[in-house]
Every structure is written in structure tokens, then in C-alpha cells.
């Protein structure tokens, strides 16, 4: 079955480079996502990749994906107090008509001022 | 746009008691989703809907029933709600080849 783990902390100080990381299992993945949750909200969606890239950039948001140990990771470049959330790792596998995600339990991000 | 909304924000239930919680999208999206989330658990999918007039379990369906009223509605159904429903249940859409964008939940406590 998919499995999707991610370490359940990180802190960083402001102003410096945050990565989070994710490993999964279901080697039939064909997009990998990073979604965003702040207190007391919804899940907003950050970023994908496809699982034919190496390397995605967004602004201050680098993915990259290690297909063959099956390692994704967020890094977040000059992080602001802001960015204090839990970070969801998910990867898309196919299912009956649609397709499901198998999330990660998240990793809280804390950023010290 | 209002995207995905969920009703009600709150609920307080005793053990023992039904209700339905509501999702409704206007992105034009065919499949919806309805997941719960539980600290240390991550997010679990409950059950979804490929399209209108379609449901599929999920990970987590027991105690559960949904249905798809309409391309954009899709309702969760707790008929004989337990303390172990407690939880926080977010309800989500996508196009087939999309991604899925999530409501903003509904926290549930059973009593």
C-alpha cells in the first residue's frame, strides 16, 4: 500500500532556508504535491511536480524529487514568520474514475523571529 | 468565485445523533472528495466521487455515508455519530487531471 512520511517539526529562524522533506512509496505516482495549513484553516495548495521532473522553482519555493529513492522535498528560501504552518507532503495515485491522494501527517513548520 | 465552501464551520453533537455535513463547489469540477483530519493522522480520505451519480470508499468510510446531489454538491452523512468522529472534516474538488482544492472544514465534536 502508499505510504507517505514526513518528520513531524522543523524550526528555523527567520530569514533562512527551510527544507522539508518526504519520502513515498507508490512508485506509479504521477504527481507529487506540497499544500500549506495554517491555524484553524483549509489546505492550500503550494505547489506539484511532475513525476518526469527533477526540479521545480516557484519564487521562494524549490521542489525537488528524487524519483529513484523516492524522496520529494519543499525548501523554502528566506523564511518569514509567515510561513509558520504544517506542510503536507501528498502523492497522487490513480483511482476508479479520478484519482486519490495519500497524504503525509504534515510537518509543522516554526519560524523564530 | 467562492470556490469550495463547507457548512456548518461548527458542530457539537451527542452521541448518538445524525447529521449532514454540506459541501458545495462552483468551479464546474466532477470529482469531489470528503477527508477528516486528526492530529498525528494526517489527512484520510473518507469517501470520494469520480462524477455525478458516483461514489467510491475511501480509506476510512465506516460510519459514513455520502451523496453526490448534483455536480456540485456532495454531502457527508453521520447517522449514529460516535466520540471517535470527532475530528475536523474537509471536503475538496478537482477536475480529473487537476489538482484538488479544499474547503476550509468543519470541526466536529462528539460528545
Known sequence: GEDVEQSLFLSVREGDSSVINCTYTDSSSTYLYWYKQEPGAGLQLLTYIFSNMDMKQDQRLTVLLNKKDKHLSLRIADTQTGDSAIYFCAERTPGAGSYQLTFGKGTKLSVIP | ?111
Request: net charge positive; proline share 5%.
Open chain 2, 1 to 111: 468565485n467562492a470556490g469550495v465552501t463547507q457548512t456548518p464551520k461548527f458542530q457539537v453533537l451527542k452521541t448518538g445523533q445524525s447529521m449532514t455535513l454540506q459541501c458545495a463547489q462552483d468551479m464546474n469540477h466532477n470529482s469531489m472528495y470528503w477527508y477528516r483530519q486528526d492530529p498525528g493522522m494526517g489527512l484520510r480520505l473518507i469517501y470520494y466521487s469520480a462524477s455525478e451519480g458516483t461514489t467510491d470508499k475511501g480509506e476510512v468510510p465506516n460510519g459514513y455515508n455520502v451523496s453526490r446531489l448534483n455536480k456540485r454538491e456532495f454531502s457527508l452523512r453521520l447517522e449514529s455519530a460516535a466520540p471517535s468522529q470527532t475530528s475536523v472534516y474537509f471536503c475538496a474538488s478537482a477536475t480529473s487531471q487537476e489538482t484538488q482544492y479544499f474547503g476550509p472544514g468543519t470541526r466536529l465534536l462528539v460528545l
